[in-house]
């Protein structure tokens, strides 16, 4: 059996040298290839995918898992070969169940309706895309056909981001956080709104990056297996555990865009680079799922990066550092600016309270659409109506409205927002979690201290990389199923005193 183990491994780790030499490509093409080089870029990086793609659905890869299949009945569940087989069983099924002429439709599809969106969002068209959005739903719809045993058609594209959640679970729960939010909403907005006019000065591109490197220095990113660079959309990339590089942008007048999201993919890096290295170069060695990583993106940007007090530790470093912004600013202003909630129209720019209400209402639109409640040539009206209902302000253009996010117009619909909302829940369940089994975790945040922190989110998640299922994860490191109190709690804790609420102004957490 030994044998064979090492001839599957042998197999996952060419396959994992393929996906992260096309990784490696991608990043590439965001930071410094030159637009001439598109073209054979994207022939490249198709053909990196198709090789990839042929060694996981191979007759050998089949004959191998299904041979070690038989042989391990007697290993523990939670050693990591037993976890490699189940997690190699599911990416083969995944992987062959689908057709390859099938996955080629959908990626040309995918690069055809991108680069009409590039130019119908700027113009507000929404005619323009809509016959090839009309395709994506069709071509989603096909996915899920290609799977059998699912409740809602949502379900197989929702396991390929946050595998084992079912669309009736994540809207049974976002309804009930909806619930509580739409009147937390309504109270924070009734105050006065915060002054941010601190946040709008112009800092040089370089000092704030430097200012964004020193803090994630302090928590724990690791520049000898990692580096930063610049790009339009933030995002974090890993070649292997030794190389996980996350991308940052900067807005010249306000120093908030780069720092933040900066801290956000760090807390991506933190989980990857926190992966136990013996998992490398195996399909264990990557998160657990998109909600699992959001809730460490959030963590460190959110409920750290955000926090009082990590800046009543912090604060007189970036008044140092950007002088002409913040010489003459008292903390509890820069506190309350930085924590603003207003109803916004974009999705990336909203706050903490209102963002899941941007999430959700694309959540329930691709369940509307999947199950054919709804049609594309009444989505834009759809997202109007209920975005006036949710967030309270009247949506001007399509542009800002269902042209705004990418996902719908560079792959399937269904399954790539209710990761964002997930880890915003999870993200307060580990905290709650971590402080309750190190109550000086808050007092050492505040003296700019991170080790103990980072340390139990490294031993109950980072360390074992996908090698248990996101509801053992949270399980194992909560004592709990996935639940919103803690999320609750912490929105509240931290918002009736910013906007002096008064607890019946809202169904106040139980
Ligand atoms: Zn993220």
Known sequence: MDQRFDELKRRLLEINDLTSAA????WDQT???????????????ATLERLAHEQLTAAETARLLERLERESGSLPYDSDEA??????RRLYDQAVRVPARFVAELSEHAAAIYQVWTEARPANDFKRVRPLLERTLDLSRQYSGYFSGWQSIADPLIDLSDYGLKAAEIRELFGRLRQRLVPLVRAITERPPADDSCLSHAIPAERQLAFGLEVIRRFGYDFDRGRQDLTHHPFMTKFSLGDVRILTRVRENDFTDSLFSTLHECGHALYEQGIRMDLEGTPLAAGASSGVHESQSRLWENLVGRSLPFWRHSYPAIQAAFPEALKRVPLETFYAAINKVERSLIRTDADEVTYNLHVMLRFDLELDLLEGRLAIADLAEAWRARFQKDIGIPVPDDRNGALQDVHWFSGPIGGAFQGYTLGNILSAQFFA?????????????????????????????????????????????????????PYMEYLWDKYQPLYDLERDAVTAPA
């Open 433 to 485: 979690a971590a402080r309750r089994d190190h109550p000086g975790i808050v007092k050492e945040i505040e003296a700019g201290e991170f080790k103990t922190l980072r340390g139990w989110m490294r031993d109950r998640i980072y360390q074992h990389g996908s090698k248990f299922t996101p509801a053992e994860i949270v399980q194992r490191a909560t004592g709990q199923p996935m639940t919103i109190e």
């Open 31 to 45: 930071t410094y290839m030159p637009a001439g080089g598109a073209p054979a870029r994207a022939r490249q990086l």
């Open 83 to 88: 976890a490699l087989l189940r997690v190699t």
């Open 23 to 26: 990784a490696l490509l991608r």
